[in-house]
């Protein structure tokens, strides 16, 4: 299976939004679990959100109620919408396919 690839990231001030995008190949996608992660400097990698093949969610308690992740199998492509964006949340955004396949990860920075 191909790496994921991400897309989306940037710079946004505080209360504002970004919507992240995870473009993975393989005719497995559609079965797999995928999931966002972030690391931010001199912090361990998180889990920010997942969603299975059947789109069953979860999410990080610091994350809840301001992201929300969606997939749309027919295009391999899997979203984390994030609102309300605190500069804690600025971070280096991973996606991850199934249980091992990482991309390179989006920056993102939450700053005034």
């Known amino acids: 299976q191909a790496q994921p690839v991400e897309s989306g990231g940037g710079l946004v001030q505080p209360g504002g939004s970004l919507r992240l995008s995870c473009a993975a190949s393989g005719s497995i996608f559609s079965s797999v679990v995928m999931g966002w992660f972030r690391q931010a400097p001199g912090k361990q990698r998180e889990l920010v959100a997942s969603?299975?093949?059947?789109?069953?969610?979860n999410y990080a308690d610091s994350v809840k109620g301001r992201f929300t992740i969606s997939r749309v199998n027919a295009k391999n492509t899997v979203y984390l919408q994030m609102n309300s964006l605190k500069p804690e949340d600025t971070a280096i955004y991973y996606c991850?396919?199934?249980?091992?396949?990482w991309g390179q990860g989006t920056q993102v920075t939450v700053s005034s």
């Open positions: 991850r396919a199934g249980s091992t396949s």
């Open positions: 969603i299975t093949s059947v789109g069953v969610t």
